[in-house]
C-alpha cells in the first residue's frame, strides 16, 4: 500500500488556486539559472529534442505549470490557444507537467493528454518537482512570463488570468528591440496518431429501444460527436457534425465540444456538452437537438438557486442522473466542484450540493464540500459519485452526502479493503446495480467493485496495468477507463 500525502502547506496552496505566488523568487532568478531550471528535464513533447539554452535566449517564454487530471488546467487551455495565434512566433508556450498524481508522471500517458486537449506547445515531463521547486511554484495551474533577457517578468496562478498575461506580454513585446524568432525542433505528437472510429470517448448509457434494437450511447469526446452503437458494436446513428460548436438543429449539423455525461428517458437523450458548458438534448424521434441550460460561457457563481436555465453560466459539466425523481435531472458540475439540478419541468437550475471548495466534506450543503464530481449513478433513492480529486467513491441520500472509500485530496492508490484501507486512484465513472457499485478507477486502469452490505471495495477487473488486453476480467487490462454500465450480465 502507498499514500501520496503532501503538506497542510502544500495543500492549501493548491486548494486556493486562485493565490497569487510569491514575487521574491523572480528578483533572485539569473539568466542562466532561468534556463537552467527549465532545460533540467529530458523528456520532452512535441519536439524532436530536448529544448536547449540556444533555444530560449532572445524568446518571450510563457511557462504553463499543469496536472493533466485538474479541471482548472483544462480551463486554462482555451486561454493559451488564444496567445498563441495571437502572438505567433514572438511567443513560446512551454507546458511544464508536474504529475499529482503518480499515473500522470509517464510519457505515454501525458502524450495521450496532450491529444485530447488538444496541447500544440512543446511539453516538458517534470515527473519529480524540480523545474517547480526551482521557480517556486504552489498551484495547479501558474504562469511564468520569462523575458528574452531570461529573467522572470511575472508570476500569476489559477483561472481568469489571461488579459494580465496579454498585457505583460504586449508590454515586452514594446521593450524589446529584437525577438528570436528561429523555427524550434517542433515535433506535433499528433502527427503520428493513428486514425480511429473512436477518440477518447467518455460516457455511456443504455438505450433499452431504439428503433427496435437495444443500443449504446457513447459520448465520442474528442470527435465532438455521439455515436449510438449496437450492444455487439456498429455504428447506428451519429449525433453532430464533428466540429466544436453550440449550433443545435438537426443531428448531421449540430454540434458539440467534448461531450462526455449521457442519460436516456423516453426518447430524449440528455447529454453534458462539457466544453461547451451546457447541457443539451436530443430527441431521438425527431432526430433533433435543443440546449437546456447553460449560455457557452464557463461560470463561476456556486450560489446558484431556482435560476432560468438558459441564462445561467455552467462550468464543465460531467455526468447526469435522474435525482431525486424523474423530473430532475442531477448534474456533475465539475468545474465548480458541486452537484446541480435541472428542473425539466420548470427549466430552472439549483445547486444542491457542494461548497465550491475543493475539499472532502460530508453532511448537508452549504457544509458539504467536493472535488471534481465526474460519474453519478442512482440505486432506490441513493445518488452515488465519484469525486475524481478525491479518489473517493461518495453517496447522497436525501440533502446528506457520505463518503464510503477516500480520505482527501493527496491520498491515493491501489487497495482493497474498507474504509480507511482502500485506495483508488482519480476514478472517473460509476455504476450503481443494488448492492454493488462499480467503478472504473481511471488512473489504476481498472474496474472496482464496492458492496454495500460488507463495506468493503474489491478488484474487479483489470490488473492496474495500462493496456488492451482483452480475456479473462482479472488478467484483462485498460487505458484510463471513464465510465462502467451494466446492461443484464455484461459490464460495458
Request: net charge negative; with cysteine.
Amino acid at each position: 500500500m502507498y499514500m501520496r500525502a503532501f503538506s497542510l502547506l502544500f495543500s492549501l496552496a493548491v486548494l486556493l488556486g486562485l493565490t497569487i505566488l510569491p514575487t521574491n523568487h523572480a528578483a533572485a532568478q539569473s539568466t542562466p539559472v532561468a534556463y537552467k531550471a527549465l532545460t533540467q528535464q529530458s523528456g520532452w513533447l512535441n519536439t524532436s529534442r530536448a529544448l536547449t539554452t540556444e533555444d530560449l535566449q532572445g524568446r518571450i517564454v510563457l511557462l504553463d505549470f499543469w496536472t493533466y487530471c485538474c479541471i482548472n488546467c483544462i480551463h486554462v487551455i482555451p486561454d493559451l490557444h488564444y496567445l498563441e495565434e495571437k502572438y505567433g512566433n514572438k511567443l513560446l508556450v512551454i507546458g511544464v507537467h508536474s504529475a499529482k498524481f503518480d499515473n500522470e508522471k509517464d510519457d505515454e500517458n501525458i502524450r495521450q493528454a496532450m491529444l485530447r486537449y488538444g496541447i500544440d506547445h512543446p511539453v516538458v515531463n517534470d515527473f519529480d518537482f524540480r523545474i517547480w521547486r526551482s521557480f517556486g511554484v504552489r498551484a495547479w495551474p501558474s504562469f511564468i512570463l520569462i523575458g528574452p533577457d531570461g529573467e522572470v517578468v511575472q508570476q500569476w496562478a489559477g483561472e481568469g488570468n489571461r488579459n494580465a498575461i496579454d498585457k505583460a506580454i504586449q508590454a515586452l513585446i514594446r521593450e524589446s528591440d529584437t525577438l528570436n524568432t528561429s523555427p524550434l525542433p517542433i515535433a506535433l505528437e499528433k502527427s503520428s496518431e493513428p486514425a480511429t472510429i473512436l477518440r477518447f470517448p467518455g460516457k455511456l448509457e443504455y438505450i433499452p429501444d431504439y428503433r427496435g434494437e437495444p443500443s449504446l450511447a457513447i459520448a465520442d469526446s474528442s470527435h465532438n460527436r455521439v455515436v449510438i452503437s449496437g450492444l455487439n458494436g456498429g455504428i447506428r446513428t451519429v449525433i453532430g457534425s464533428g466540429k466544436e460548436g453550440t449550433m443545435d438543429g438537426a443531428f448531421a449539423t449540430a454540434t458539440f465540444h467534448t461531450p462526455q455525461g449521457l442519460l436516456y428517458r423516453d426518447g430524449m437523450l440528455y447529454i453534458a456538452d462539457t466544453d461547451n458548458h451546457l447541457l443539451r438534448a436530443a430527441d431521438l424521434r425527431t432526430n433533433m437537438v435543443s440546449t437546456l441550460a447553460g449560455t457557452g460561457t464557463k461560470g463561476y457563481d456556486r450560489t446558484v438557486k431556482n435560476a432560468k436555465a438558459r441564462s445561467v453560466d455552467m462550468a464543465s459539466p460531467w455526468d447526469l442522473a435522474f435525482y431525486p425523481d424523474a423530473d430532475h435531472i442531477a448534474i456533475a458540475m465539475a468545474g465548480t466542484h458541486q452537484l446541480w439540478i435541472y428542473n425539466i419541468t420548470d427549466k430552472t437550475v439549483s445547486v444542491f450540493a457542494g461548497n465550491g471548495r475543493e475539499s472532502i466534506d460530508d453532511g448537508s450543503w452549504p457544509f458539504n464540500s467536493l472535488s471534481q464530481p465526474s460519474g453519478l449513478s442512482v440505486t432506490g433513492d441513493k445518488l452515488y459519485l465519484v469525486d475524481s480529486e478525491t479518489s473517493s467513491l461518495r453517496v447522497m441520500q436525501g440533502d446528506e452526502l457520505e463518503t464510503l472509500i477516500g480520505s482527501g485530496l493527496f491520498t491515493f492508490g491501489y487497495e482493497s479493503g474498507k474504509k480507511g484501507e482502500a485506495l483508488m486512484q482519480h476514478p472517473l465513472g460509476v455504476y450503481a446495480d443494488g448492492d454493488n457499485i462499480y467503478i472504473a478507477d481511471a488512473y489504476n486502469h481498472a474496474i472496482r467493485r464496492y458492496n454495500t452490505g460488507t463495506e468493503h471495495l474489491y478488484d474487479y477487473a483489470g490488473t492496474s496495468e495500462r493496456g488492451n488486453k482483452d480475456g479473462n476480467r482479472r488478467y484483462a487490462t485498460f487505458n484510463e477507463p471513464n465510465d462502467v454500465l451494466r446492461v443484464g450480465d455484461t459490464l460495458y
